[in-house]
């Protein structure tokens, strides 16, 4: 089973829906012995950083996942998920779970695109990854594959980490993590079928752990 | 690069597909369950859905579409039409949509935006603009006004200065429609939208004139749109979602060509 973490933040339904559809057996929960029992976690999210890491404090889930993490348990972050995963964010100035060193950025408002037009904020829709690294969970999805992404703050992990790489304005890291432990700021669960194809790599890598 | 989007729009009344043209004489052309997957399956970026009368009634009907629509297609899709509250934004995120979009509730109560955006981030907040050209005046310098129930009743409400305040209210995007160019297919309202697209900072959606792929370059590249939406001309076939995309791309627009 893969446990989706419940932490009362942003839409947690439209994961679950894509491993539904995937037939991956899942459970949206916050419960302690769920999440050490999973053969793998998502930590999904959409919202701020600062209400995201509070409720994980109030429930101690912060440590718990933590703990799980350095135990060698396999996790996906999404989007926010990915950002918590980092020491800080810029985002309400909150110190985040630390898991991997890095912070969070805010795009900046005098970005241009290609044509030399100021950035829409957020940065919302379909967009590339270059793979700086072999990554287990893109085996098997074409190199020109877009991914949805919606977000104002971009991670900045420590260079050892990023795995992929997106242009919005600027190059910014939007795949990093290591094995077992992977974080991506867009969502997979809303990337058509690459996307799912993401997913159900995760699963195979938890199946085979 | 970060591609240009094309967004189908699937006018829904009773859990039935519609398209009118300016809003009079629609008829039922199919299911939006289906039509939504077949269009996920041609590479649509995002979905449109519009519920067009949304009585309460017709509401339940709808998150019902909603949910199924979540469970089959795995692409950002938004839902209009009628949501004027904070509950009804809620139900209809709960059931599987990823955007709302608000329109005539926005004009009338403008703090919908701001509570809608606090309450599940910018990102879900899609403020729907129906702009109708008139005169230039002292109330609407732009020479665009902000109209609703489908171009029937004028608010005295400038577009430009609309766009900017729920820009500031926190909506994540704008749709902003034409109704002068709706259901004409001569083409976007490329004036309006460069209009908007240089004075917000958040994208733009560009609705309302959709005739052929060339008027979807135009909307991007002259009018400065983050996405084009587009009805009749998918729904009665003149044109594929890919046909359209394999246009935009040949003419230099970075559109999703693998999915």
């Known amino acids: ?209 | 690069m970060l591609s240009k989007r094309i967004i189908p729009c699937l006018d829904v009344r009773d859990g039935l597909l519609t398209k009118g043209i300016k809003f009079e004489g629609n008829v039922n052309i199919g299911d939006p369950v289906e039509t939504a997957r077949l269009y996920y399956e041609e590479g649509a970026d995002e979905i449109v859905f519009y519920d067009i009368t949304a009585s309460a009634e017709e509401r339940k009907i709808m998150l019902k579409v909603v949910e199924k629509v979540a469970s089959t297609i795995f692409i950002p899709f938004s839902v209009g039409g009628g949501i004027s509250t904070l509950e009804d934004m809620r139900s209809t995120l709960l059931a599987g949509a990823e955007k709302i979009s608000v329109n005539s509730a926005a004009v009338k109560n403008p703090g919908i935006i701001s509570q809608g955006a606090e309450a599940f981030g910018s990102q879900c907040v899609v403020v729907g603009m129906d702009v109708l050209k008139v005169e230039k005046s002292r109330s609407v310098p732009s020479g665009y006004e902000i109209v609703i129930h489908g171009g029937r009743k004028h608010m005295g409400i400038d577009a430009l200065w609309w766009a900017r305040e729920v820009e500031r209210l926190g909506a994540g995007e704008i749709c902003l429609n034409s109704i002068d160019a709706d259901g004409t297919k001569n083409g976007y309202e490329l004036e309006l939208t460069r209009l908007i697209t240089d004075n917000v900072r958040i994208p733009v959606i560009a609705s309302g004139g959709a005739g052929n792929p060339e008027h979807m370059v135009d909307a991007v590249t002259r009018g400065g749109a983050s996405a084009a939406l587009i009805a009749s001309i998918v729904h009665y076939g003149e044109y594929t979602i890919p046909e359209i995309k394999q246009y935009m791309h040949n003419n230099g627009v970075k559109v999703r060509m693998d999915w």
């Open chain 1, 1 to 209: 089973m893969i446990a989706i973490l419940d932490y009362r933040a942003g839409n947690l339904t439209s994961v679950k829906r894509a491993l539904d559809h995937l037939d991956i057996p899942n459970e949206v929960t916050s419960n302690k012995d769920l999440l050490h029992s999973s053969l793998g976690i998502i930590f999904p999210g959409v919202g701020a950083a600062g209400s995201a890491m509070r409720n994980l404090r109030d429930n101690g889930l912060d440590n718990t996942i933590k703990s799980l993490v350095m135990s060698g348990k396999p996790m996906l972050g999404i989007c926010l998920g990915c950002q918590v995963i980092l020491d800080e964010s810029l985002e309400n100035t909150t110190a985040t779970l630390g898991i991997i060193p890095g912070r969070c950025e805010k795009f900046s408002r005098n970005l241009s695109d290609e044509s030399g037009h100021p950035i829409s904020i957020p940065h919302m829709g379909w967009n590339n990854i270059w793979l700086k690294k072999e990554c287990p969970l893109f085996k098997g999805i074409p190199e020109n594959s877009e991914f949805y992404f919606v977000h104002s703050y971009y991670p900045v992990p420590d260079p050892a980490y990023i795995i992929g790489v997106t242009h919005y304005g600027l190059d910014f890291c939007s795949v990093f993590g290591r094995a077992g432990l992977w974080a991506m700021q867009f969502h997979p669960e809303k990337s058509g079928e690459p996307g799912l194809k993401i997913l159900s790599n995760f699963y195979s890598y938890c199946l085979e752990k």
